[in-house]
């Protein structure tokens, strides 16, 4: 009677184990969304954070010409031998 009852058990596994994960889902579910926090504190945009940054910066001009190395050797230097 048993292996009859496994066999028949192992045919139809599928269509037990879908509607019981299913319950187990709903049910998990239910209760994240009842007992989690929902209150995400309001944080600033990346947008509002860039224009902040892009209008802190001074603005080169153009004709200071700082912003371009005079030769191809000042361009990676590291600090210690910037001097």
Do not use: C, H, W
Not at 12 to 27: H, R, S, W
């Amino acid at each position: 009677m048993i292996p009859v009852l496994l066999r028949v058990l192992r045919g139809y596994a599928p269509a037990i184990t879908l509607p019981f994960a299913g319950i187990v889902g709903f049910i998990g579910y239910q209760l994240e969304s009842r007992y989690r926090n929902t209150t995400t504190p309001s944080i600033e945009s990346v947008l509002d954070k860039q224009s902040l940054r892009d209008a802190d910066e001074t603005v080169v001009s153009l004709s200071d010409k700082k912003f371009r190395p005079d030769t191809i050797f000042d361009k990676n230097v590291p600090p210690s031998l910037s001097r």
